[in-house]
């Protein structure tokens, strides 16, 4: 089982930036997609941004242009980094892996969930 410890998260004021660090357990890191996902109070978590084993990047509308995802295969880290953070985007960020076949990825994440990183954005 794949394990996750994120880190990074903090109160920072509307337009201000975080950089959220992510390590996992496991010596298959370098083949897998990584996902960065959030989950704020009473919604469902939702996937933020996500970046396969070849180094490509995707993300959800509400991110573009602010969020960027990285990976270091050699430390088993996956980061993100936050610009011009807004309110809404106050929630707690966790990663997580998800099998990439190439042109497919599994559809559910496989790993276990860390505690997750709180952030917040105060306006």
């Known amino acids: 089982q794949v394990h996750f410890v994120e880190s990074g998260g903090g109160l920072v004021q509307a337009g201000g930036s975080l950089r959220l660090s992510c390590a996992a357990s496991g010596s298959t890191f370098s083949i897998n997609a990584m996902v960065w996902y959030r989950q704020a109070p009473g919604k469902q978590r939702e996937m933020v941004a996500a970046?396969?084993?070849?180094?490509?990047?995707y993300y959800t509308d509400s991110v573009k242009g602010r969020f960027t995802i990285s990976r270091d295969n050699t430390k088993n880290s996956v980061y993100l980094q936050m610009n011009s953070l807004k309110p809404e985007d106050t929630a707690v960020y966790y990663c997580n892996a998800r099998h990439d076949y190439g042109s497919t990825w599994s559809a559910t994440p496989f790993g276990s969930w860390g505690q997750g990183t709180q952030v917040t954005v105060t306006s």
């Open positions: 970046i396969s084993s070849g180094g490509t990047t």
